[in-house]
């Protein structure tokens, strides 16, 4: 991605903050950042580390960009900046937790500071948390590490008590529209109208980044499949197995969320509040008369129970469609057979 804090308004207080930490020499040897998935964590913690080995900045908030640190970084080559996340599976092994450690104790190569940024830290197994811990508890001088947290995503107390804490706030709509269309204008492969652009950050709720890259990934198309085939479902036009085909394609965690955000606007339609989907507002309307409003929070029940399983590797085709079956649980022909 080549966008960085600086045209992310939502970002820059938080960054001046820890910005000023560093120059003053406060800066703590390792800072969580938090703050809701798709907002720039990422930029965040990648421009930090670019800031932490720039040689010409002096006392600049912001890398030079053109010393041999910078130039490094940006052909993703410094031998001194490190980022780990999760591979070939959806956790943080110990494996690449102690490759962590070894690299934390090592000599810089060619800056006189280290960093390490470990995506995904809410990610970690318990394994990986525990050898995590040694690292963060005999900190080297020249070392700073940049923990990403997903907001909501439970992280060890051990952990998060050996780090300082930075909560990142989402932009305001106006911010998040703005920068959204921006990056769309200023990418010549990339086609999305203003509809499109304002369906994918509705979508990503609110967060543009995410939606930036769901646009990037036809993810607006393969809803809209989903959604047909989630009425045809509901008419009995569709068997759960054909019906769950296009939710496996959108994958388990992201059909989670979609399916979170129509139960929510169940929950909002049953009680008379506006729907955020109206895509779908026609067959959630329907059933919210046919169900008391306590049912939209059975539906959220069922997928909080498939989230909490999502370390393990669950059977993402039989998961969906047993979460289609609890909603055609709501149709009253259902009920009645």
């Known amino acids: 991605m080549s966008s960085s804090i600086t045209s992310m308004p939502w970002l820059t207080d938080a960054w001046s903050r820890l910005a000023e930490r560093w120059l003053s020499g406060r800066l ?6 938090e703050g809701p998935d798709g907002i720039g964590k990422a930029v965040f913690a990648r421009d930090l580390a670019q800031r932490l080995v720039c040689e010409g900045a002096g006392e600049a908030i912001q890398a030079c960009g053109h010393c041999k640190q910078c130039e490094l970084v940006a052909a993703g080559t410094h031998p001194d900046i ?22 934390a104790v090592a000599s810089p190569q060619v800056a006189h500071h280290k960093v390490i940024v470990l995506d995904s830290a809410d990610q970690l197994n318990i394994n990986a948390a525990n050898a995590l811990l040694k690292t963060l508890e005999e900190p080297n001088r020249d070392v700073t590490l940049i923990l990403l ?49 304002a369906r994918a ?22 809803v809209d499949q989903c959604q047909e085939d989630f009425r045809q479902f509901l008419k009995s036009k569709r068997a759960p197995e054909d019906a769950a085909k296009p939710f496996v394609k959108l994958g388990l965690e992201t059909t989670l969320g979609l399916m979170e955000r129509w139960a929510a606007d169940l929950a909002r339609i049953s009680v008379g509040g506006t729907p955020e989907n109206p895509e779908v507002a026609d067959i959630l309307g329907y059933l919210a008369k046919q169900n008391p409003p306590h049912r939209a929070h059975d539906i959220l029940s069922h997928i909080a ?8 590797n669950l059977n993402a085709e039989l998961e969906t469609e047993r979460l289609l079956l609890h909603w055609l649980d709501l149709m009253p022909r259902r009920r009645a057979s």
Do not use: M, N
């Open 28 to 33: 703590p040897h390792a800072i969580l950042l």
């Open 82 to 103: 490190r980022t780990y996340q999760p591979e070939d599976s959806k956790v943080i092994k110990v494996d690449q937790v102690r490759a962590l450690g070894e690299f």
């Open 201 to 222: 950050l509705r979508l990503a709720s609110g967060a543009p980044v995410r939606a930036l890259t769901f646009l990037a990934q036809g993810h607006v198309e393969a």
């Open 149 to 197: 947290q997903q907001s909501g995503r439970p992280l060890l107390p051990t952990i998060r008590s050996r780090c300082q804490s930075v909560l990142l706030a989402g932009p305001l709509q106006e911010q998040a529209e703005t920068w959204l269309a921006s990056e769309v204008a200023g990418d010549e492969a990339q086609q999305a109208d203003a509809e499109t652009q």
């Open 305 to 312: 129970e498939v989230r909490a399983g999502l370390t393990y």
